[in-house]
Each structure stands twice: as C-alpha cells, then as structure tokens.
C-alpha cells in the first residue's frame, strides 16, 4: 500500500488525508500540536462558546455535505439564523445595513447618491493593463466610495488585511476573472452564476453560514476521529529528505521529527503555514523558501465579551458590523455571536466576538489583555450602546493570523507550481495557497488527494 505522509492537521491536511485514506492510501499525519485543527479551536466555559478561529463558514461547495455525510455529523450541523443575513457598516458614527436589493440600495444612506450614480459607469470601464490591488481595481471600476464603505470593511473582515496591499489576481480571483472572462463586474455576475450552477457551486454572497453546535473545532475533531491511529501529535517535523526521481515518477521520502522519529513515505503534503513550510522546502529550493518567509501573516486579537440582555437596548438583529479605515476606530468589526448559533451564550446573556489589530493596526496587539478588553469595551459602548462591564471575557492572540496575497503574490504561487513539478510526490496544501475559507481549504484538500492518487502534478 502507498504511503503518504501530511505534515500539519490543520483542516487542509486532515481534509488530504481523509481523501487520501478513502482513495486506498496508508495516511499518517504528524502534527505539532496536541490538538487537530490548526486555527479552528472552540473554547466551552461556564455556558459560553468561543471560537478561538474561525466563528462559521460558507457552504459554498458541495465537498462540505459530502464529508458531513461519510463522517456522520449531518446532524450536530447548525444553519446561521436568518437575521445573520442582515450585517451592517459604519459610516459617520452610526450602523447601516448593508443592503440587500435594488431597492434598499437606493435608499441606503450608507452611500451617497453620487456614489450610487458612479456605478452606472462600470459596464463601460476596459480592462486593467496591470496587475492592481484590490483598492486599485475596485476604485477604478466603482469607485472611491464604493471602495471605502464597501470594499474596505469586507477586506478588514476576510483577510484583517488592507485593499491598497491586497491583489485582486490572487486575493480575489472570482472577481479579478469576471473582468479578464467578461469585460466587467456586471456583465461577469450573470454570466459566472450560469457557470456555478452547472459545477454545483455557490456563490459566497449566497452561500448559506454554517456551524456546529458545539462549535467549529467539531469538524476537524470528526476527521480526526476516522483517522484514529493514524495522526501523531506533538511531533514538529524538523527535516524532509528526498530520493530524486525523474518526473513523472514519484520521489522517495523520509520524513523526520523532532523526537527522531522517522517516516519513509510516496508522498508528503505540507499542510502547514507558509513560514513553516519554508524551513522544510529550503534545501530542495531556496528561492521558494524566501518567498515563503515572505508572505506577510498579520497579528490579530479576537476579543470576546459577554453581557446580561439587559445591557444593550438595541436588538442584536444581525451577524454583526464591520469598520472602515476612514471611520479611525480601533476595531476591525464585531460578530454578534449569540445571534447567529444557538447555544454561544447562557439564558439571557450575548456573546460579542470583536477582532483587533489585523494590517490595519498591527501595532494594537501590544496592548495588555486589561487594556485590549477595555479599548474593546468602549468602542462597543460608543457603536452599540452596551453599558456596564462584561460578566464573561476571553481573549485569543494570533501573533500571524492570517496570510496576505499580497500584490505580486503569484509569484510564490509559480514557484510552488515549478518545487511540485521538479519532486514529483511533494505538494503544498495549506491556506495560503487557493483561498483561505473554510470552504477554500476543504475543497484545495480533496484536490490533492485527488492528484495524489493519480500522480498528477499542478502545472
């Protein structure tokens, strides 16, 4: 039987494994953690729940039902309320609802009618002659305003990153293809939802939010579970040596951990951030490596704050709001968490998860946990009117949280394409490479299972 081995049980490792496993394939997966899931972690104390990670995803390919049905986990999934499709943005002080319809975008006054008119004229704007941003590519075709109370919140929600860093070619590829593919953001919206239909995709702007109700970390715990006896933890991998083979022929592998434990295998996936996977990839190339300690992972702090119901007057009618840079707040935007799943809050409380920091204000999470809670504690007094102290807090740093593809970003992902094609039987699976949501993640896993198992490379 082959053997493959994935470094890192984050949910891109453990989704090639499971593949991998179904596929006929002897899996081990080594993880530096005690834990499965990487940065998908759940927290239960005392009545509360807090995702330390990611607080939902998207069902936005149908790989998700297809592992929730052979895992058996159907049935602790959890659909978002409806009133989650409801989210706002702050402008001037005050929340407004993103709208939704025609109709309440013109009556919206989270922009200005100038604003609004601006829009006729995107059908009629060429295409870019260079690679640009995401601010770039979105002022130009919609413009400025649109850019700052549109785009600039989303991107500090998606990525905690900043639209004037970001490249739509790879940050946004649906987006940046719907000009390359159609000439304009319009005319590619209703031809590229034909499209998703016949690949049975969903569009993230209607694709349905989902859980569990013992939160997020359930899923890669449920992999985890099928793959008992075939996952090490707490052992980092320090070294991957290779028997050269010539393409297409697979190379030979032996995998060595910090503990001196050694694994010959057919295959290794790395499945581990970028920074990591630069010390492992340094001796086969170099350049890759640089690259790869190149790509920028901002800090961000998740703060999360629970209330009595009696401490807001306003209802939590929605999955939260987001901030724009020209707003100068110290926050990038704060989920209602016990309004969107069941059973994040006890009786009678809420559950806020506020995010810190991100490329916007790095500089933030130098703050103490006392003063983080506090500066925290007076935005959402200002913006949502909650008095008094919190009865529950949490806070979980991650010091590189989550990678930027930055502008001039397909150059790290043509130099892993040309590392993949030189070692047959090495490939890199992780978030910085093809979209880093949830859905992203799964789908890049069984892809890579699926090339594993037919010995084909990416070119």
């Known amino acids: 039987m082959k053997q493959l081995i994935v470094v890192g049980a984050g949910i891109s490792g453990l989704s090639v494994a499971f593949w991998a496993e179904r596929a006929g394939w002897n899996v081990t997966v080594l993880e530096s953690a005690e834990v499965p899931g990487g ?42 309320d409806d009133s989650s499709n409801k989210r706002y943005v702050l402008r001037d002080g005050a929340l407004h609802p993103i709208p939704l319809s025609p109709g309440a975008f013109l009556s919206t006054s989270l922009w200005s009618p100038a604003g609004k008119l601006r829009l006729l004229k ?3 704007i060429g295409r870019a002659e260079k690679e640009e941003t995401i601010a770039e590519f979105v002022e130009r075709r919609l413009g400025r305003e649109m850019l700052d109370y549109g785009i600039n919140p989303f ?24 000009e390359e593919k159609y000439g304009g953001l319009i005319k590619g919206m209703i031809a590229g939802a034909r499209e998703r239909r016949k690949r049975a995709e969903v569009a993230k702007d209607r694709a349905r939010m989902f859980s569990f109700v013992q939160g997020m970390q359930h899923f890669p715990e449920a992999i985890a579970g099928r793959l ?17 083979a010539t393409p297409p022929e697979r190379s030979r592998f032996r995998v060595v951990g910090a503990d001196g434990a050694v694994f010959d295998a057919d295959a290794v996936v790395l499945s581990v951030p970028a920074y990591a996977a630069a010390g492992l990839v340094r001796p086969l190339s170099p350049d890759l490596a640089s690259l790869l300690l190149g790509v920028y992972y901002p800090p961000v702090a998740e703060v999360f704050l629970g209330f ?13 709001y987001l901030i724009p840079a020209r707003e100068k707040r110290r926050i990038l935007g704060t989920i209602w968490s016990s309004a969107i799943f069941p059973a994040r809050a006890p009786a009678d409380h809420f559950a806020l998860t506020t995010f810190v920091g991100g490329s916007r204000q790095p500089e933030l ?46 150059t790290v992902l043509d130099a892993i394409g040309r590392l993949e094609m030189q070692v047959p039987g090495l490939y890199l699976c992780s978030n910085y490479r093809g979209g880093i949501a949830v ?21």
């Open 122 to 124: 995107e059908p009629f």
């Open 308 to 320: 009595r119901r009696s401490q807001c007057a306003r209802p939590l009618d929605g999955f939260g």
């Open 228 to 244: 008992a006896g075939h996952i090490r933890f707490s052992v980092p991998v320090v070294k991957i040596d290779v028997a050269g």
């Open 39 to 80: 940065t998908m972690r759940t927290v239960r104390e005392d009545g509360w729940l807090v995702e330390n990670g990611p607080n939902s995803a998207l069902e936005t390919t149908p790989v998700l039902w297809e592992m929730f049905r052979l895992l058996d986990i159907g049935k602790d999934h959890c659909y978002a």
């Open 155 to 178: 991107v500090a929600g998606v990525y905690a990153g900043n639209p004037e860093q970001l490249s739509v070619r790879s940050a946004f590829p649906k987006l940046y293809a719907l």
């Open 439 to 459: 859905g992203d993640c799964v789908m890049n896993g069984k892809i890579t299972a699926e090339r594993i198992a037919g010995v084909s490379p990416r070119a």
């Open 365 to 410: 999470m130098q703050l103490d946990d006392g003063s983080l809670r506090q500066l925290v504690l007076e935005e959402v007094h200002d913006i949502m009117g909650v008095t008094g102290a919190p009865v529950f807090s949490k806070i979980c740093r991650w010091e590189k949280a989550i990678p930027q593809y930055n502008l001039g970003y397909q």
